[in-house]
């Protein structure tokens, strides 16, 4: 482990007082972070944290150790932001992170209206799961990400810490195959019967926004969890084999709707209608990611 990890976690803990709020902004597990927190005291030699029921808190080997930390990591931030202003300058590459469902369809489409208006000599794609693709933004790896946002969620973390537009329109809805393996009833539904379910395992960004709008939890339908994946085009494959019902994008199964090989479940469940976002960190990003930055501010906000 490098301990340049180490000096970010010890100070978002100084900042936080909280173990499981500073794992989340380090994005990692709490146990996990507590490990680097115990392996840096060790490496210095000196508790640097007392633990209480209530915050946790720095010792004096803490406070003295703190401005240190501080002065080295902005020290190294500078150095980085110098070096990457110094490389923007001649650098043409677009670096986009897209979560797995937006990159089949939606990415080629939306960029295709750019293509002839910036100057970019190639194109990155990465695709993730939404918790890698926002990594890549906050570590400098990309330069963009366009994920899905839950439209009522206007207030979340990530947007926060970085700048965005709205570049589409989407919903999930709840979709199955006419002609289903497991012979579940599609007609006469009540409280009793059980639904078989193709669901988004935790990692999804999907997943956290059909959790998040408890649309599932709120209707009188039972259901059981009969398979998972973090990916919509696998859940997508499950329920065009007949394996029971998903919620999917609509931007991904726009075909499969016209063709009706994948038709809506019931009105009981609405469609659950989400934003498409473009990020972007607040620093400078180069003449042609900037040119793309303000394009598209132009074509969707003008």
């Known amino acids: 482990m490098d301990h340049i990890t180490w000096f970010k976690d010890f100070k978002t803990l100084s900042e936080t007082e909280n173990f499981s709020a500073a794992a989340n902004l380090r994005f990692t597990s709490q146990s996990a972070f507590s490990r680097r927190i115990r392996s840096l005291e060790e490496w210095v030699g000196e508790q640097l944290f ?41 650098n043409t590459t677009l670096r986009i992170a897209a979560t797995h469902a937006l990159s089949l369809v939606f990415f080629p489409n939306w960029f295709r209206q750019f293509e002839t208006e910036i100057t970019a000599r190639s194109v990155q794609l990465f695709s993730d799961t ?21 439209s009522c969620d206007i207030e979340n973390q990530q947007k926060k810490q970085s ?17 289903s393996k497991l012979q579940f009833s599609l007609s006469g539904l009540n409280s009793s019967a059980e639904i078989p379910l193709l669901s988004y ?61 994948l038709i809506p479940f019931t009105k009981e469940f609405q469609k659950l209608p989400m934003n498409i976002r473009l990020f972007r960190t607040k620093t400078e990003l180069g003449d042609t990611a900037e040119q793309l930055w303000r394009y598209a501010n132009t074509r969707y906000q003008g």
């Open 130 to 150: 939404l918790d890698a693709c926002e990594n890549h933004l906050v570590n400098g790896d990309v330069q963009f990400l366009i994920g899905h946002e839950y």
């Open 50 to 90: 007392h633990r209480t029921s209530q915050k946790v808190i720095l010792t004096y080997a803490g406070i003295a150790f703190y401005p240190y930390v501080t002065k080295v990591l902005e020290t190294l931030n500078q150095g980085i932001d110098e070096a990457r202003k110094a490389g923007k300058t001649e």
């Open 163 to 179: 700048q965005s537009i709205i570049v589409g329109k989407d919903c999930l809805i709840p979709v199955h195959a006419i002609c």
């Open 201 to 261: 395992s935790a990692q999804s960004g999907l997943g956290k926004i059909l959790k998040d709008s408890k649309v599932i939890e709120k209707s009188n339908l039972s259901y059981n969890k009969y398979f998972s994946s973090h990916l919509a085009t696998v859940l997508k494959e499950m329920a065009l084999s007949g394996y029971g019902v998903a919620w999917l994008p609509q931007s991904l199964i726009e075909h499969e709707l016209t063709a009706e090989t």
